[in-house]
C-alpha cells in the first residue's frame, strides 16, 4: 500500500487501484488513471516488483472497479487462497 501512496505523492495519475494475486507468483494491479499517460504502469510494475521478489508484476489499465455489495472497494484480492478454501475457512472461523 505504500508504494501506491509514495507514487501518488509524486504523480496524481492513480486514481485508483486494486491487487489481485491470481498465483502464487503473479500480482496483477488494476488501476483507474486521471490521464492517458500510461508511463505510470511501468513504474508500478517496477516498483512493486522490486518490493516483491520472485513475483510476475502485470499492469491493466480500468475504467473503474467494482466494488463489493457492501460498498466497499476491495484493494487487495488473493484468488489462490479463494482457490484453496482457506479464504472461506478464515471467514467462517470468525462469524
Known sequence: MYLFEDLRRHSKE???FQIIQDDVD???VRMVLTSADTRVCDAV?????ERCPGFTVRTEVVDRIERRPSGKMLVV???VLRRSGTLE???E???
Open 14 to 16: 492513480i486514481a485508483q
Open 26 to 28: 503473479s500480482l496483477v
Open 45 to 49: 510494475a517496477a516498483a512493486l516488483g
Open 77 to 79: 484480492e488473493n484468488k
Open 89 to 91: 475457512t478464515a471467514h
Open 93 to 95: 472461523s470468525r462469524a
